[in-house]
């Protein structure tokens, strides 16, 4: 395989004996540890991680995080979350950490616990729930992440229950002096007919690089509706791997929004399966980047029955030596009749360092179908910001202008509201334009 | 009734692949498998300076390293490399007076592959057929029949404006120069699996040089012909266009109905100098198989132009209908400033059929543009991919992409995919990409019947509109055999 | 004998029984009209007519030139003679009109065991017709229906109508989405092909159509069922009443 000893083999041999549940997370994390050996980094010949190499992790000595509740957190980066009315979860460094997190408010009908306090009491409640929707057979980081599972948060929502505040679970990276590994676990259940919305927020401090390997599983039932804004705003010694499968029952609607501040080094993958006849998954996302960061955003929509409907539009910024890699992949199952997929990539390159990538991939097995994909990369149109310095706007903040109305596409389907993101993620994206994006020479803008 | 409900009813019989005769010539061939000594035998047997054998030799040596590439969406057994022929030459014949002494069989060949008589008489050797074949201009034709070109018509006309139109064995004895500049400059010996066992083992193919400032006044043709059973087809063509030249070239291909795979492994490499133009057109029909997979040609071909003058342009346009696997992406290296590329592409694939097609369009120089048109037409169980890549690097400031990628699904066995490579590292660069899969709809099929078009010939219809803006980029003479084709490769494919 | 004569019709989509006991004779060179409320299953009646694939005939038959059609495909009852001019015609990408009216022209010529017709000839017939129809010359190297108004599309239906001659044409609420000049035009391309051998089925919602193509019968269809006939008169007296009468009754 590598002519290095596989990374995070330690890690694993170590931790065994102290990870909690009972047998069957014992057998499920020796799959996984099994499955990491089998795979190990994915190589130069790996189509799925052609455009993110992460051979690098293995010259960077991570320490597991320590197995037990951690400290409260000294000064979580709070402002570089989401913000507003929702019930909180705080995770620090993949644990969960009651005392940080407010779950004091669930309603009816809302169960929240810590992974592992589910691990030790009832793991027979997880059976249908934990390992089903991600492959670790083929996927070197679920593999990994399900070696080490240990915590995380398991959210069960009943049927016909409606969350009006959304939840947020705020993933914490801290590292003091030497670099650390962390692989939290989210559950998620929505049961028939119930509506949430889920809110996700990346954040970290600390000078060591840190890496973020999580995995959430969620299963939508019969006409369940889930919300599920996720931002990554990490530092740029961090790295972020986060993959999520998701399965829709009948009718189940699924909205996902990502927002990819960045970190040194993210990919975020996402695997939905339409599983359920009239179902619709939307998944859409803006990343904005610079510096060196890199942010690849992958996913997979696989069409199994008829009738269902699927949309995703990902728009990327790209400034400095920034690189936005976006593969996009349907797959409808042969006799997945009348399906509808729509796929829309847009990239704008602000630096001539920049990179972006893009691999939109249609694959079809049934022939009553409509599925359509655009993609499109260019620069910040010359024309349109000549009008605009014409009518007197000032040439940054012209380019600020047009850059928010390329991403307003993407953004627009994300909830708004007293309980709704979208405010918050305006800020935070106002923020990071009224910093050095916005302010690249006009000398290059003009034809 | 509804198109997928007529495929489950597909007529069962598809032996009417319109090319499958093959031609009982008495042939030289080396001794079956391949190993050095092979190489060796074919190098000898046409006379070639030391330097090419060595050339084949290293080649050899570094396939032998190489996997077998198995990142395309096909599925086929493997190949048994060492079962087959690496050369087969139809037997030396003394020159002849009259078409009459020429062997019918031959003849009845050529003329199922439709070329015009007094073409026919040139190819079979027959003497003062270039005085026969006058009335410029015309299509000029070099024939290959397995490993050898068998003539080339309209040779001396063209060598007196000084174009080069000949076989390459012949090009390797008149302008081994020539042939030693370019050959393998655009795609080297070990560029990939296929190429590299066709720089080993390619036996002829064809050769041409257009010189500065001309406009090649006649469209040059190649035939391809797989006739000898367990044979492979190597052929290499190398095309340079000096500067301010053009040409555009034809190339068709067939080869006998038969129940093994046979394999063909083509090189084709182009040169467009500064200002020069090439046009390059397939209409690749080579024996697809039988309705359960039975038979037909494994393509595999490395087609590759090098755009290396400014304002250099070449075009390809491919119509592949034929063979069991298509793995084929004739590609562009846009190097020079304002150089252009383009791709149009119709691929048809029915019954068991396999293509894995598209193109690469790599720019390098400033304001380099290309330009993919690709249609893909499933029907039956068949499966087709497209993959292309756009990369454009940092220097190519003002490139341009468009791409435009159809597919088109016939009954409900079939599957169609489409992967597109999309990668800019230059922020003055434009790229868009558009694709789109359906299939016949009900309504178009009722409207055509109502009109009194019976639902073969509707389909023949609806998929030649759905493939016009390629086929509109054929010459004439291709356009309306390629029609046809679009029609003939779809038989069978609604009940 | 008549040119049709349908006899107590019965037609089904799935479950749902739309035509329930058709009775309607169309003797050459006469105008029936079909008038009825949106839902009575008007389009049903051409479309079971045409040969559509979807529909059921569960009783009943359909004479056409005296002989029964059900076995017949679309293709061949087209062929045949009968022309449907479409309520929504569809679109074609990339066939032009002129390859889509050859290849359905030679189709007819061939089935009759006449020669294909020659380039030339075939070409001034384009032109000429569509001079009479007041099109535009280029209407005809433009791909079927593609990028054409929703008039222009009615307008080509007729074009083509009138370059294959059917004996029986069926119109399908051909007025629907004309404005007046447009209905006009359609209107005279119709009453030009009106002969002593043709017959015509113009099915229509309102009776504006009526008033430049005069019918000879008027049907009123409600339910399923012809539920009066009558003569011209019969569409004036609808277009001051309308159909409540008729769909209460039904």
Known sequence: MTDHPLPFIEHLTEAAAHLPGGPTAAALRQRGLDHWCALGLPGRRSEAFKYTRLDGLKDIGFHAAPLRDPHPAADIPAGDALTGDAHVVVMVNGRCSPHLSDLDRLPDGVKLDSLRAVLESEPESLDDLLGRQINTEHHPFAALNTGLLADGVVLTIAPGTTLERPIHLIHVGETADHALAVHPRVLVRLGQGSAATLLESRIGVGGAPCLMNSVTEILLEAEATLDHVSLLNLPEGFTSLALAGIDLGQKARYHGFIMGLGAGMARHETRIRLSGEQAHAGLDAAAVLAGNQHLDITTLIEHAVPQCTSTQTVKSVLDDSARGVVQGKVVVAPDAQKTDARQQFRALLLSPKAEADTKPELEIYADDVACAHGAATGALDAEQLFYLTSRGIDPRTARGLLIEGFLAEALERVPGGAHGPRDSLADLLARRLSGRLAATPDAEATP | ?495 | MPLIEIKNLHARIGEREILKGINLAIEPGTVHAVMGPNGAGKSTLSNVIAGREGYEVTEGEILFNGENIAELSPDERARAGIFLAFQYPVEIPGVTLSTFLKAALNARRKAAGEAEIAPVEFLKLMRDTARRLNLPDDLIRRPVNVGFSGGEKKRADIFQMSVLEPTLCLLDETDSGLDIDALKVVSEGVNALRSPERGFLVITHYQRLLNHIVPDVVHVFADGRIVKTGDASLAEELEANGYADYTDAA
Not at chain 2, 6 to 31: H, N
Not at chain 2, 249 to 262: K, N, S, V, W
Not at chain 2, 375 to 395: C, D, F, M
Not at chain 2, 425 to 435: D, K, S, T, V, W
Request: include cysteine; charged fraction near 25%; charge should be negative.
């Open chain 2, 1 to 495: 009734m509804a198109i997928s409900e007529q495929t489950v009813e597909t007529v069962a019989d598809l032996g009417r692949y319109k090319y499958g005769f093959s031609t009982d010539i008495e042939s030289d061939k080396a001794p079956k498998g391949l190993t050095e000594d092979t190489i060796r035998f074919i190098s000898a047997k046409k006379n070639e300076p030391a330097w090419l054998l060595e050339w084949r030799l290293g080649a050899f040596r570094a396939w032998k390293e190489m996997p077998e590439p198995e990142w395309a969406k096909l599925d086929y057994p493997p190949i048994d490399y060492q079962d087959a022929y690496y050369y087969a030459a139809p037997r030396q014949k003394p020159k002849l007076k009259s078409l009459d002494e020429v062997d019918p069989e031959l003849l009845r060949t050529y003329e199922k592959l439709g070329i015009p008589l007094k073409e026919q008489a040139k190819l079979a050797g027959v003497e003062g057929a270039d005085e026969m074949a006058s009335g410029m201009p015309g299509v000029a034709v070099d024939a290959v029949f397995d490993s050898v070109s068998v003539a080339t018509t309209y040779k001396a006309k063209l060598r007196e404006m000084g174009v080069l139109f000949m076989s390459i064995s012949e090009a390797v004895q008149e302008f081994p120069d020539l042939v030693q500049k370019y050959l393998g400059s655009v795609v080297p010996p070990g560029d990939n699996f296929f190429a590299c066992l066709n720089s080993a083992v390619f036996t002829d193919g064809s050769f041409v040089l257009v010189p500065k400032g001309l406009r090649c006044p006649m469209e040059l043709s190649t035939y391809f012909r797989i006739n000898e059973k367990n044979t492979g087809q190597f052929e290499r063509t190398l095309i340079v266009a000096e500067e301010g030249s053009y040409v555009s070239y034809l190339e068709g291909c067939t080869a006998p109905q038969r129940d093994e795979h046979q394999l063909h492994a083509a090189v084709v490499e182009l040169v467009a100098l500064d200002d020069a133009e090439i046009k390059y057109s397939t209409v690749q029909n080579w024996y697809p198989g039988d309705e359960s997979g039975k038979g037909g040609i494994y393509n595999f071909v490395t087609k590759r132009a090098a755009c290396r003058g400014r304002n250099s342009k070449v075009s390809w346009t491919q119509v592949e209908t034929g063979s069991a696997i298509t793995w084929k992406y004739p590609s562009c290296i846009l190097q020079g400033d304002n150089s252009q590329g383009e791709f149009y592409s119709v691929a048809i694939t029915n019954n068991r059929q396999q293509a894995d097609t598209g193109t690469k369009m790599i720019h390098i120089g400033k304001n380099t543009r290309s330009r993919i048109v690709s249609k893909g037409i499933s029907a039956g169980r068949a499966e087709q991919t497209y993959r292309g890549l756009v990369r454009v690097l940092p220097r190519a400031e003002g490139a341009r992409n468009f791409t435009q990628c159809d597919s088109l699904l016939i009954g409900d066995r079939s599957a169609a995919h489409t992967v597109p490579y999309i990668e800019s590292r230059n922020p003055g660069a434009q790229l868009e990409h558009e694709a789109t899969t359906s299939r016949i709809s009900d309504d178009q099929m009722y409207y055509c019947q109502q009109r009194g078009i019976d639902p073969e010939e509707a389909v023949a219809l609806i998929v030649n509109g759905f493939c016009r803006d390629v086929l509109q980029t054929l010459p004439m003479e291709f356009a309306v055999e390629a029609q046809k084709l679009v029609g003939i490769s779809l038989e069978g494919s609604v009940g």
